[in-house]
């Protein structure tokens, strides 16, 4: 079974200061965890996926993500957020004994103010 | 590599008329493909998991009779909407389980709006 928890429906930040969308995770198995950016009325992005390799992933746009098993937790950073990043976020997870089934977050709203 | 075509990106049908989602593999052979669904505002939960040449296995609470899946060949997979409601306005999205560079495959989305 696996499941993520994203601890913030809504993140509003400033132009130019950093970012950090927080999502938990639970996994049976040794997961893939990824996360997608989606924009109003447009289908999924991938910023950036944690498969077993680099604990520190680096995505598009400037976000990276740094896996810690210790904490279950898949964090997604930015140092300065452009308006542009507003958007929908969802950290999601794959169990690669069943690569493909995926489980979404409940999705994070990020909001951008000039 | 590795692309999930899906069509149509947009579809306003009638209420009690049907809509038919197809998902293609364009490069790679898809045995398996998981269709999800997202109200708005709200996350992508799995509806089903269509397996060509068997019956789909479906997520409680999601009606076989109403969402009717059909994985004919490798690389089609097709999501029918039967008798649509304005409640069943939604987006659908289809995945395929390759991992590629872009995270593993997704098509990129139905818009439903049932009027």
């Known amino acids: 079974a696996q499941s993520v928890t994203q601890l913030d429906s809504h993140v509003s930040v400033s132009e130019g200061t950093p970012v950090l969308l927080r999502c938990n995770y639970s996994?049976?198995?040794?997961?893939?965890l990824f996360w997608y950016v989606q924009h109003p009325n447009k289908g999924l992005q991938l910023l950036l996926k944690?498969?077993?390799?680099?604990?520190l992933v680096k995505g598009i746009n400037g976000f990276e993500a740094e896996f810690k098993k210790s904490e279950t937790s898949f964090h997604l950073t930015k140092p300065s957020a452009h308006m542009s990043d507003a958007a929908e976020y969802f950290c999601?997870?794959?169990?690669?004994?069943?690569?493909?089934?995926?489980?979404f977050g409940d999705g994070t709203t990020l909001t951008v103010k000039p | 590599g590795a692309v999930v075509s899906q069509h149509p990106s947009r579809v306003i049908c009638k209420s009690g008329t049907s809509v038919k989602i197809e998902c293609r593999s364009l490069d790679f052979q898809a045995t398996t493909m998981f269709w999800y669904r997202q109200f708005p505002k709200q996350s992508l939960m799995l509806m089903a998991t269509?397996?060509?040449?068997?019956?789909?296995?479906?997520e409680q609470g999601v009606e076989k009779d109403k969402f009717l899946i059909n994985h004919a060949s490798l690389t089609l997979s097709t999501l029918t909407v039967t008798s649509a409601h304005p409640e069943d306005s939604s987006f659908y999205i289809c995945s395929a389980p390759k991992e590629t560079s872009s995270g593993y495959t997704f098509g990129s989305g139905t818009r439903l709006t049932v009027v």
């Open positions: 269509s397996n060509e040449g068997s019956k789909a296995t479906y």
């Open positions: 999601v997870v794959s169990e690669r004994t069943n690569a493909g089934k995926s489980t």
């Open positions: 944690y498969t077993s390799a680099a604990t």
């Open positions: 996994s049976s198995y040794s997961p893939s």
